[in-house]
Antibody, heavy 119, light 108 residues
Framework: QLQLQESGPGLVKPSETLSLTCTVS??????????WAWIRQSPGKGLEWIGS???????YYNPSLESRVTMSADTSKNRFFLQLTSVTAADTAVYFC???????????WGQGTLVTVSS | ETVLTQSPGTLSLSPGEGATLSCRAS???????LAWYQQRPGQAPRLLVY???SRATGIPDRFSGSGSGTDFTLTISRLEPEDFAVYYC?????????FGPGTKVDIK
């Protein structure tokens, strides 16, 4: 059974960089035709797609966040990462990692991790 | 960006009743690239329907999706206690992928 687990600091200071890791077990992130994604959920903005990547090195970001987002992956350890720079209180949210079929719908999700931006 | 609007915001029903949830897109969703998710409190969303009408693996047949273009519907034929949750639609026909604001189905 595929499982995804987010990890990272639960508290980030304003203007700093949010960094999260998604560890995947029960399947490889180097498997076609799956993409791997980050999604966040906040009371104010609901569910928001942050970005997706394919193991061959294609990355797609939400234009609203693209200037501050970097996704990367370590296929040898079956993990992928999110970095979001210059965070503000508006970036406070539950961050989910997810598997995405063909770059379309999200069929497996991690449990989510709450990240609070506060000094 | 394709904006999704869901109605109603809240649906108050009793177990055993049927539910009809609507999702309307600001522009036509290409190839019916629309999915529905269920989210229970404290949990991640769960994929119910993709391609507007295909049930995901393990989803009971009381859940059905329909629609095309800009208007989509999720129907729950007979509500079970575990179906009281929030439901989201999501389009993946155009980038950026977007989600609707959700419909909460609660117990009357």
């Amino acid at each position: 059974q595929l499982q995804l687990q987010e990890s990272g600091p639960g508290l980030v200071k304003p203007s700093e960089t949010l960094s999260l890791t998604c560890t995947v077990s029960g399947g490889s992130i180097s498997t076609s035709p799956y993409y791997w994604a980050w999604i966040r959920q906040s009371p104010g903005k609901g569910l928001e797609w942050i970005g997706s990547f394919y193991y061959t090195g294609r990355f797609y970001y939400n234009p609203s966040l693209e200037s501050r987002v970097t996704m990367s992956a370590d296929t040898s350890k079956n993990r992928f990462f999110l970095q979001l720079t210059s965070v503000t209180a508006a970036d406070t949210a539950v961050y989910f990692c997810a598997r995405q079929r063909n770059g379309w719908e999200f069929d497996y999700w991690g449990q989510g991790t709450l990240v609070t931006v506060s000094s | 960006e394709t904006v999704l609007t869901q109605s109603p915001g809240t649906l108050s029903l009793s177990p055993g009743e049927g539910a009809t949830l609507s999702c309307r897109a600001s522009q036509s969703v290409s190839r019916s690239f629309l999915a529905w998710y269920q989210q229970r409190p404290g949990q991640a969303p769960r994929l119910l329907v993709y391609g507007a009408s295909s049930r995901a693996t393990g989803i009971p047949d009381r859940f059905s999706g329909s629609g095309s273009g800009t208007d989509f519907t999720l129907t729950i034929s007979r509500l079970e206690p575990e179906d009281f949750a929030v439901y989201y639609c999501q389009q993946y026909g155009t980038s950026p992928l977007t989600f609707g604001p959700g419909t909460k189905v609660d117990i009357k």
